[in-house]
């Protein structure tokens, strides 16, 4: 797991899954009351969540 922040300074917990060799995905999570969920936009900005984006 990696954190990053949002555009906007929010943090954002990245985790880097790998189910098979060549299949990975990643998975965002946001500190606080929506802990466990992930998330696909920011909840305070809205900017969408994107690896590339993500400081
Ligand atoms: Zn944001």
């Known amino acids: 797991m990696q ?3 949002c555009k906007c300074g929010n943090q954002v917990i990245v985790q880097y899954q ?3 060799s060549e299949d990975w995905f990643t998975r965002f999570w946001i500190m606080g009351s929506t802990f466990g969920k992930t ?3 920011c909840p305070h900005c809205g900017n969408p969540l ?3 984006s993500l400081k």
Request: aromatic share 8%; no cysteine; charged share 50%.
């Open 39 to 41: 998330v696909r936009v």
């Open 18 to 20: 790998n189910k098979r």
């Open 3 to 5: 954190e990053r922040y």
């Open 50 to 52: 994107n690896i590339d």
